[in-house]
């Protein structure tokens, strides 16, 4: 299996620089990654960078804690877009869902509606740390309904981050349109199999490049 093709590169470093966005650009294309994942101040740059290399360029909105405003969000996003943006991960109102308001799904639907203006794709992290099993299925068909992409673990800033076990709930809950992709605290090689064999189909992960070296020592 190509790891390397599942992974989205990332780095959300609040203390990150120009030559770290600059060296994530430079490791997806060494190390052939699918995307890389950058904080929205930086998605300009990354653009200018990746070029026409095939390397989606993927930002966040609402990040980290998803209770913005829907119309904060859906101008991160109109402003990631016009910036260059590939692919946008977006914290959903986890404080709404758990109050049982129907905005929750309404605000995923309008932000799906925008990617899909601009034929680009949403993600949306649902945060399953603070999800029992039975909420994690009530998340995933809510934002299959309203029109995501992907459905995404974690922020990794939760008290925990993907695992395998949420993922097949993830997996099994999900239709075969929408993907998972698994996010948070996946250092090694090993943990990065784990989300892939219960159902991710993209790992977030700012330890890819280790995990690459393992699964090609001669790389």
Not at 98 to 119: D, M, Y
Not at 130 to 157: H, I, N, P, Q, W
Not at 166 to 182: C, D, E, F, R, S
Request: proline letters at 4%.
């Amino acid at each position: 299996m190509n790891l390397a093709s599942c992974i989205e590169h990332t780095n959300l470093s609040p203390t990150l620089t120009i030559r770290d966005i600059d060296q994530l650009v430079d490791d997806a294309r060494q190390f052939g990654f699918v995307g890389i994942c950058v904080p929205p101040f930086w998605v300009k740059r990354a653009r200018r960078e990746i070029g026409k290399d095939n390397i989606l360029l993927v930002t966040v909105a609402g990040f980290p804690l998803g209770y913005n405003m829907t119309e904060t969000k859906v101008d991160e996003m109109q402003r990631a877009i016009d910036n260059g943006a590939d692919e946008i991960d977006l914290v959903w109102n986890i404080s709404s869902f758990k109050t049982g308001l129907p905005w929750t799904k309404i605000e995923v639907a309008k932000c799906s509606h925008l990617a899909h203006a601009h034929q680009k794709l949403l993600k949306v992290i649902v945060e399953t740390a603070y999800l029992s099993d039975e909420e994690l299925e009530r998340a995933c068909k809510l934002c299959a309904d309203a029109g995501a992409d992907f459905v995404k673990t974690s922020t990794g800033f939760a008290p925990r981050g993907a695992v395998a076990e949420h993922i097949t709930i993830m997996k099994k809950v999900l239709p075969p349109t929408v993907g998972i992709k698994a996010s948070g605290g996946i250092k090694t090689r090993e943990q990065a199999l784990a989300m892939i064999n219960a159902g991710a189909t993209r790992v977030g992960t700012s330890s890819g490049i280790t995990i690459v070296q393992t699964n090609n020592p001669n790389q």
